[in-house]
Nanobody
Framework: QVQLVESGGGSVQAGGSLRLSCAAS????????MAWFRQALGKEREGVAA???????SYADSVKGRFTISQDNAKNTLYLQMASLKPEDTAMYYC?????????????????????WGQGTQVTVSS
């Protein structure tokens, strides 16, 4: 069993930056896929970014060039650096983990593929 705990959310003005962190209770990175999802009020959960154990990354078109996903294996921590934030980025952000990353580029944005989830951290961007 793996526990994921997100932190770093908050309120920021449009154009600002935030860095989200996701601490895992133990190493998940061997042959794994880690991802960030978000869910805005009244909307479905959507994939934001994912990274596999080799450091290969994928992003949703809406965040490409603004968000960066990374991981620190020594700290068992996943990060999401968010810049040039927009009001439409307002959502609850969740990290997720799946033990197998095989072919992850085909499915990384599908929430049903993940084994573990954090409780979420709120990001609010005001205009």
């Amino acid at each position: 069993q793996v526990q994921l705990v997100e932190s770093g959310g908050g309120s920021v003005q449009a154009g600002g930056s935030l860095r989200l962190s996701c601490a895992a209770s133990r190493a998940t990175y061997s042959s794994s896929c880690m991802a960030w999802f978000r869910q805005a009020l009244g909307k479905e959960r959507e994939g934001v970014a994912a990274i596999d154990s080799d450091g290969s990354t994928s992003y949703a078109d809406s965040v490409k060039g603004r968000f960066t996903i990374s991981q620190d294996n020594a700290k068992n921590t996943l990060y999401l650096q968010m810049a040039s934030l927009k009001p439409e980025d307002t959502a609850m952000y969740y990290c997720a983990a799946r033990y197998s990353a095989t072919g992850y580029r085909r499915w990384w944005a599908s929430s049903s593929r993940y084994d573990y989830w954090g409780q979420g951290t709120q990001v609010t961007v005001s205009s």
